[in-house]
């Protein structure tokens, strides 16, 4: 790979310990995947957050670059923690827990990532633009930012973005060139989607039947953000697909492969059968990805008057929060019985068998419940997910 004056002085560690690293590991990613050249990076997601993924050596290896280490990309953001951060009390979470993943949260600081602790980056402020280099990790985001916002990036390590954000820098191979971003199958949708669930079944579906290969589909004649978010995170969860094109609907201009393949009704009804285990639900968990403050919205339309009569939880961004407080929107739902919570989410916070039967909307957190805390899982639709809390 060629490097250029300053990155080799990065490797000759004239910008610190931790930039040489950072350094290294981009320039063996590069040479593995035979990049040509390092390329600037506008935006950076880094995952890896939750002291549930990291343990001790994650915490030690972070507290030692933050001796020395700062970003160079100011746009650097984070994922879900596994605690939240203002109201972990009343989530039960260990005092031992908490006290580590605030050194964490305080390592990243210190190196001048912004501590949003958001699978939803998009939604508060980090929207890289058309055509822009990016280095995310976050499988869901990384999807909505190549085939939403048209962005290009890789699917990225928490370490790898984390180096990228330490040098600016990021290897040019995969989703960075044109070459890689052409569909591989067109897809023909025989079906009407309507919802989050409807589409994170989709997600499954496809995902099964292409693997990670990219998809052009055609026959979805709207879908909203909500909508695009959770395909998003359904197709890279069961598929490992990082992109697709949309027709109509998503930016890039591509021509539509030959190969076609379908997906019907009774394809999406198989993938829901697939992810509802039977039993008795004791938690329902909206916002997977993030909660957007439109689906807050409707929550609390839907609560309001009412009360919950199970464990009601909302993940979402904390800026999220703060404008559903500034809406009334916190308050209704809150006086219904359910919980708000920021900077967590159900896959990394320590919940494991917490609750034996989660009750979502998201394919994506059926897939967590069951594989990390040990859940029976139902995926069902919003208004159906609030039926349930307050029968
Ligand atoms: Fe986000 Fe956690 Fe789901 S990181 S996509 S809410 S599993």
Redo the contacts with the bound molecule.
Sequence with gaps: MKLSFEEKEYLKGKHGKAAKKAMELLVALGNIYSAKRLIPVESVQI?GVSYQNLGDAGLSLLEELAQDAKVRVPLTTL??AGIDLENWQNLGIDKNFVEKQERILEAFKKMGVIVTCT??PYLIGNIPKYGSHIAWS?S?AVCFANSVLGARTNRESGFSSLASALTGKTPEYGFHLDKNRKPKYSVLVKAELSGVADFGAFGKALGEKIGNSIPYIKGISHASLDELKSFC?SIATFGGTALFHMENITPENVKPPKKEVYITRKDIEKAKKSLSDSGSVDLIAI????ASIVEIREIAKELKGKKVKKEFWI?CARPVKKIADSMGYTEIIEKAGAKIICDT????APLKNRFGYMLTN?A??CF?GRGSNNFKVRIASLKECIEEAIK
């Design positions: 995952a994922n879900p699978c939803t976050e869901s995170a916002g997977c990805p993030h993940t989410c159900i896959a990394v998201s994506k957190a967590y």
